[in-house]
T-cell receptor
Framework: AQRVTQPEKLLSVFKGAPVELKCNYS??????LFWYVQYSRQRLQLLLR??SRESIKGFTADLNKGETSFHLKKPFAQEEDSAMYYC????????????FGQGTTLQVKP | DTEVTQTPKHLVMGMTNKKSLKCEQH?????MYWYKQKAKKPPELMFV???????INESVPSRFSPECPNSSLLNLHLHALQPEDSALYLC??????????????FGEGSRLTVL
């Protein structure tokens, strides 16, 4: 079964501290994974995707097929990073199906 | 225009009413989606349209009826809803159905309350 697990509902850190938002997935094929973010009173938007291997707003995520993980990391958290973060799995090429994890609220304290 | 626009933003309806949610995009995207989001929960896929044809229906009850009149518009017709259908309904679009790009553009949602 295709599944995305984000074990933490809430992650609270101080400004300047490192951040790691955990995501594990279950998928039989070759996964396509993404992180979406929703800032307060804003629409849900794509943060980054694993195939791009990009860094957006200082965030990176590496796909680890051995551990079936796609954790989101940032070395120094900023207050403006406070938001809801969803890890998502594409359910097969050209299906149009995106499966979201339960989400983790990141709270960055001053 | 790089936005997905949804109307109305808020809708209150009785269980016997018929109403519609509308979604519009002018990015030339050929895939459009309806998601349902309950409070503090992730979005759940309801329908996918690809090139104006319904390609995925996630076993959604027939009281929800999607329609894609053209490549820019997506409607969700509502009839005989139940109070448990109260939720935020999100529309999204993508260049084509998801493959390696995976970028969905979401609207702000229509918050539906069924009395």
């Amino acid at each position: 079964a295709q599944r995305v697990t984000q074990p933490e509902k809430l992650l609270s850190v101080f400004k300047g501290a490192p951040v790691e938002l955990k995501c594990n997935y279950s998928y039989s094929g070759s996964p396509e994974l993404f992180w979406y973010v929703q800032y307060s009173r804003q629409r849900l938007q794509l943060l980054l995707r694993h195939i791009s291997r990009e860094s957006i707003k200082g965030f990176t995520a590496d796909l680890n097929k051995g551990e079936t993980s796609f954790h989101l990391k940032k070395p120094f958290a900023q207050e403006e990073d406070s938001a809801m973060y969803y890890c998502a799995l594409s359910g097969g090429s050209n299906t149009g199906k995106l499966i979201f994890g339960q989400g983790t609220t990141l709270q960055v304290k001053p | 225009d790089t936005e997905v626009t949804q109307t109305p933003k808020h809708l209150v309806m009785g269980m016997t009413n018929k109403k519609s949610l509308k979604c519009e995009q002018h990015m030339g995207h050929r895939a459009m989606y309806w998601y349902k989001q309950k409070a503090k929960k992730p979005p759940e896929l309801m329908f996918v349209y690809s090139y104006e044809k319904l390609s995925i229906n996630e076993s959604v009850p027939s009281r929800f009826s999607p329609e894609c009149p053209n490549s820019s518009l997506l409607n969700l017709h509502l009839h005989a809803l139940q109070p448990e259908d109260s939720a935020l309904y999100l529309c999204a679009s993508s260049r084509t159905v998801l493959g390696n790009t995976g970028e969905l553009f979401f609207g702000e949602g229509s918050r539906l309350t069924v009395l």
